[in-house]
């Protein structure tokens, strides 16, 4: 005897989340990278060290990034996006004069350097380091996240000219870009001596020098 089998109902709650956990995992794989070559930077950060932080198959790993390069690159493009968003945090609070918020960056850095007991410091600046060594691909990214920081500190500072805290004829884009390259000799140095004191020694050097003529 023939039997009718009616079609078989779809199973009741969520459909696969095929494409969310993908993006889950290349999120937290992304986060390992940040963390790991935060500090030890991009040529010693093995792929092997990144998965098992997050206990990731190396699978996934190839499944999200077609290479250790296109990986880093991603990590650095996630850590420019953050910084930005960290920078814009201190340097458009109205509540501080500009040159206060600058420096109110300058302590919120130095604090998070305290945190990881200065075992991090600037991905940005560990790269630069590394920039002969690094694929072709990376200086152009490192200057293109160089010069977008240097916008936001440069908006900063005129900001601070047009209410008096610089002089009128002060060359805001290039103390901005003299910020930054400062700046990754501070925290190198603070990484060294795991002490705030160089970012505490640079900000009161560059404050005199930008304030006084």
């Known amino acids: 005897m023939n039997e009718t089998v009616a079609p078989r109902k779809a199973r009741r709650g969520r459909p696969p989340k095929i494409e969310r956990e993908f993006t889950d995992t290349r999120a937290e794989l992304i986060r390992s990278g940040l963390e790991i070559i935060t500090e030890t930077g991009y040529l010693a950060a093995g792929i092997e060290a990144v998965i098992k932080n997050i206990a990731v198959p190396k699978g996934s790993f190839y499944h999200c990034f077609k290479s250790k390069e296109a990986f880093g690159l991603a990590v650095l493009n996630a850590y420019g996006a953050f910084f930005a968003h960290m920078l814009d945090k ?85 103390l901005a870009r003299l910020f930054w390259s400062g700046w990754e000799g501070a925290v190198m140095r603070a990484k060294l001596f795991r002490s705030t004191e160089p970012l505490n020694q640079y900000w009161a050097f560059f404050h005199h020098s930008i304030t006084h003529k």
Request: aromatic letters at 8%.
């Open 90 to 174: 201190f340097l458009t609070d109205t509540r501080l004069t500009p040159l206060q918020r600058l420096e109110a960056f300058v302590e919120h850095a130095g604090q998070g350097m305290a945190k990881y007991d200065f075992r991090r410091g600037c991905l940005v600046g560990n790269l630069l380091q590394e920039t002969p060594l690094l694929p072709p691909t990376f200086p152009n990214q490192l200057m293109v996240i160089l010069e977008d920081w240097e916008k936001r500190v440069a908006r900063c500072l005129d900001e601070a000219r047009e209410q008096g805290e610089l002089p009128p004829d002060a060359a805001i884009s290039g």
